[in-house]
């Protein structure tokens, strides 16, 4: 089991840039793929962004390609999401979430862990 916390959110300009963490406790952080989702008031929970256990794969939401970036560093287990070009509809609760598999899974059903979210507002 992994536990997750995230970190990095707050209160932006349209324009402007985050970086978001996420810890992971335990030592099989390298095993598990991780993932970065988001949920607006009144909206589904939808994916942001996804990486690999080994950090050699990657994908993105049609929404962020090109202005956000996942990446990981193993040795402090710990994921990033490096948010550029923010717009005020990138406004929600972020979350990053844990999986293992043999493919990229890019549902957040398909994640078994979660963190408890980070806010990121974005103003107009």
């Known amino acids: 089991q992994v536990q997750l916390v995230e970190s990095g959110g707050g209160l932006v300009q349209a324009g402007g840039s985050l970086r978001l963490s996420c810890v992971a406790s335990?030592?099989?952080?390298?095993?598990?793929?991780m993932g970065w989702f988001r949920q607006a008031p009144g909206k589904e929970r939808e994916t942001v962004a996804i990486?690999?256990?080994?950090?050699?794969?990657?994908y993105y939401a049609d929404s962020v390609k090109g202005r956000y970036t996942i990446s990981r560093d193993n040795a402090k287990n710990t994921v990033y999401l490096q948010m550029n070009t923010l717009k005020p509809e990138d406004t929600a609760l972020y979350y990053c979430?844990?999986?293992?598999?043999?493919?990229?899974?890019?549902?957040?059903?398909?994640?078994?862990?979660w963190g408890q979210g980070t806010q990121v507002t974005v103003s107009s």
């Open positions: 335990g030592r099989t952080f390298s095993t598990y793929d």
């Open positions: 990486i690999r256990s080994t950090g050699g794969s990657t």
């Open positions: 979430a844990a999986r293992r598999g043999a493919r990229i899974y890019t549902s957040p059903r398909e994640y078994h862990y």
